[in-house]
């Protein structure tokens, strides 16, 4: 196929490069995961290129490069120069010119702060406007896109700037769909768009001069479990055991004391506290009884809110592995101020057993009472006590789902996560799903070089999408064009482009992002570490 020889405009600073000094020019255009490079191989006569020379080149000089064929030379490359080596010998002296795009301006500034309740969208656009200085409008049109994300809090202290970006760009959804792609334009404009969302104008039909096709089960993936917050209690309404005398999991009673009642007037949440009076008692102890026993083993906590008033003083919290009082129990002794309410959390399982005194054969996977009682002073004292949102907490919520499909044919291959941001089982149930289906097949990664591709005025860009068709391999699909190369040869007058494609299945974002991305407790949580 014939095709025109390569074109090139090279500029830096207030100086053209001519063509004819260009050994060898490769620009690497990147997205996403990387920026973009270039590298120049440029004849130095007569020091041309040097300090004191007529076009004394120079590190920090921005530029632009352009490549194209006969009068189409679009503009690949907005650049600055940040490495010159000069080459020489009796009868050859060069100069070679490297560098990255505008992007490298991502990597300048660390940011610290908080973003709080804020879409995607706009805490890129605050990054670029007031730390990387990249302009996000072309022709009065906004480059960085919308999102359907918003974030409810963010906080980062010296994070790089590319690195926030990156995190919005991997965990932002669009229309149900996880992930965005960001790149600095050829003419140096920042652009942030959904994965799969531009399609080049580039035809690859019979221009495929040489291609490597893989697929690899590196990155499979076929049981997945996923980790939620430590947020996970008994009852799941941290409430509910305080807000009747007779919950739906069991039932409050008198152990020792006078009357037992619900208190709507003193309380900390919902609408009852749980109140027992005591008179002519050495203690005052009520006692909440479960329908069935409940397995405490993966929690961390026990936690209730307690107030005690009279001649009540010391507190102690008993648990019970059978219905009788006297084996098979733990008790952990605690002090609070009279008459104020006050947070108490109690660590339980193997863990902090040392810090209860076992009694019998208790055991955490069974646990069927619970008790807490009050002092008082020798056998006639008066006291109340008032018991609020008690329960078992800090255990992860969690997932686990898996392919045995996958697994027949690749084997067990597991992943773990851990998401602060999930607050149900349910959620991380869809988590689970969405990563079962992105990773339970193959990747596949295709290289292809050409040296007759004529892109016209519209370049190959990465994160645009290309239809390919291979059929010597079966494949007629769009790819996602991961990185671009061009590298023009002056010796040979050719122009090479090299694709970096991949193709994956889309990530899913209704296990979180589209369904609950926008509720207060979804807060992401970076401080102080990278992304």
Known sequence: ?????????????????????????????????????????????????????????????????????????????TCRIESLKYQSSPVENYARVSGRCWGERLFRRVFTGTFINQKGEDIVKHLLDYYVGLSHTRDSTELVEATDTTYAKLEYKDTPVYDIIRYIAGSADKQGFIGFDFR???????????????????????????????????????????????????????????????????AWSVLIGSTLSLDNSDKVRGNYSVKLYAAGQSELAAVFTLNNAIDVSLYKHLNLWHKISGDAFA?????????????????????????????????????????????????????????????????????TEWIDSLFFGGRRYSATQEDTNSQNVYGLREL?????????????????????????????????????????????????????????????????????EYRVDAKTQTLEVTLELGRETPLLADYLYALKSKTDHLSRYKVARLI
């Open 315 to 383: 507190c102690v919290i008993m648990l019970y592995s059978t219905t009788s009082y006297t084996d098979h129990y733990a008790t952990y002794a605690y002090t609070i101020e009279k008459d104020r309410w006050e947070n108490v959390q109690i660590p339980i399982g193997k863990e902090a057993e040392d810090r209860w005194r076992i009694w019998g054969n208790f055991t955490w996977s069974s646990i069927k009472r619970i008790r807490v009682s009050a002092d008082l002073p020798g056998t006639s004292g008066t006291g």
């Open 416 to 484: 773990t996560d851990t998401d602060e941001e999930l607050y149900s089982d349910n959620e991380c149930n869809l988590r689970a799903k969405a990563l079962l289906d992105y990773y339970k097949n193959p990747a596949e990664q295709l290289t292809v070089k050409s040296t007759v591709i004529d892109y016209g005025n519209t370049p190959l860009l990465p994160g645009d999408k290309i239809h390919v068709t291979l059929p010597n391999e079966n494949v007629d699909a769009d790819f996602r064009i991961e990185s671009v």
């Open 1 to 77: 196929m014939s095709v025109e020889i390569p074109k090139m405009a090279v500029a830096f600073g207030q100086y053209g490069i001519p063509q004819a000094d260009v050994v060898e020019c490769r620009v690497h255009l990147g997205c996403t995961k990387e920026v973009s490079s270039f590298e120049l191989l440029l004849q130095n006569w007569n020091g041309k290129y040097s300090p004191n020379g007529s076009i004394p080149l120079s590190v920090g000089m921005d530029g632009s490069i352009s490549i194209g064929r006969g009068t189409n030379i679009p503009q690949i490359i």
């Open 184 to 250: 600095i334009a050829p003419d140096g404009k920042f652009e942030f768009f959904p994965r799969m969302s531009k399609t080049s104008s580039v035809s690859l039909s019979e221009l495929i001069e040489e291609y490597e096709y893989s697929r690899d089960i590196h990155r499979v993936r076929n049981k997945i479990t996923i980790y939620g917050a430590a947020d996970k209690s008994v009852p799941l309404d941290k409430d509910a055991w305080t807000e009747s005398l007779t919950p739906a999991d069991g």
